[in-house]
């Protein structure tokens, strides 16, 4: 099974000699995992994903995750795309 994690980051900076700047850090991911993976293996790896974003850009004001299992159904089956 193919998921996809993405961890994004983001908020406003100070720059000198700007009125606004605004920061962003965006990391993805794709694993190709069992599907007898635990959705606590599942969260370890988005919990390391926004440690990583975490180490690159402390204090955000916003950090979002987000996690895609890809999959179709086909002949009544669910078929996992990867």
């Given at each position: 099974?193919?998921?996809?994690?993405?961890?994004?980051?983001?908020?406003?900076?100070?720059?000198?000699?700007?009125?606004?700047?605004?920061?962003?850090?965006e990391l993805m991911e794709v694993h190709?995992?069992?599907?007898?993976?635990?959705?606590?293996e599942v969260e370890n790896l988005l919990s390391r994903l926004f440690q990583e974003?975490?180490?690159?850009?402390?204090?955000?004001?916003?950090?979002?995750?987000?996690?895609?299992?890809?999959?179709?159904?086909?002949?009544?089956?669910?078929?996992?795309?990867?």
């Amino acid at each position: 099974m193919k998921i996809e994690i993405e961890v994004q980051a983001f908020g406003e900076v100070e720059v000198q000699g700007t009125a606004d700047a605004h920061k962003g850090v965006e990391l993805m991911e794709v694993h190709n995992l069992s599907k007898d993976t635990t959705l606590g293996e599942v969260e370890n790896l988005l919990s390391r994903l926004f440690q990583e974003v975490e180490n690159g850009y402390k204090n955000p004001e916003q950090n979002a995750g987000k996690i895609t299992i890809r999959c179709k159904k086909e002949n009544g089956e669910i078929v996992y795309l990867g």
